[in-house]
């Protein structure tokens, strides 16, 4: 039994291992990958805020100059989308309310209160021939 021994991690190449990366490492990549996607966002943020200030420079004389055309027709939009968004609203609310109405009457119209309506009209034709019966 002595002859034949147990092969060890350093004898076997397939059971070796790589070692772990420690915690610094993996911090180091971290901040390396959080400073490249950062400079990035920062760099098209930079050219955004330039493309925006150039068209506004651009557009400026342009809306100056159409402004008395520009607002009146601005205010126009803004009550036809007003008037549409209440249209709107007000279609639901009826169909809502119509909702409401037939799920009343259907549920009004079952079965069983059908019966208690002619329970309550034959109670009511009763009614007169006792009273008339006792008189």
């Given at each position: 039994?002595?002859?034949?021994?147990?092969?060890?991690?350093?004898?076997?190449?397939?059971?070796?291992?790589?070692?772990?990366?420690?915690?610094?490492?993996?911090?180091?990549?971290?901040?390396?990958?959080?400073?490249?996607?950062?400079?990035?966002?920062?760099?098209?943020?930079?050219l955004i805020l330039t493309g925006t200030?150039?068209?506004?420079?651009?557009?400026?004389?342009?809306?100056?100059?159409?402004?008395p055309i520009l607002v009146p027709a601005?205010?126009?939009?803004?009550?036809?989308?007003?008037?549409?968004?209440?249209?709107?609203?007000?279609?639901?609310?009826?169909?809502?309310?119509?909702?409401?109405?037939?799920?009343?009457?259907?549920?009004?119209?079952?079965?069983?209160?059908?019966?208690?309506?002619?329970?309550?009209?034959?109670?009511?034709?009763?009614?007169?021939?006792?009273?008339?019966?006792?008189?």
């Amino acid at each position: 039994m002595s002859d034949q021994q147990k092969p060890t991690d350093q004898q076997d190449p397939t059971s070796q291992r790589l070692p772990e990366p420690t915690q610094t490492s993996k911090q180091v990549v971290r901040l390396i990958t959080a400073t490249t996607i950062g400079a990035a966002l920062l760099g098209l943020s930079a050219l955004i805020l330039t493309g925006t200030v150039l068209a506004l420079i651009l557009a400026t004389p342009v809306l100056v100059i159409f402004s008395p055309i520009l607002v009146p027709a601005a205010a126009l939009l803004f009550l036809f989308t007003v008037g549409f968004l209440f249209s709107g609203g007000c279609c639901v609310a009826a169909i809502a309310a119509l909702t409401w109405i037939y799920k009343y009457v259907a549920r009004n119209n079952a079965p069983r209160s059908n019966q208690l309506q002619l329970d309550h009209g034959r109670m009511k034709i009763a009614s007169p021939a006792t009273d008339n019966a006792e008189g």
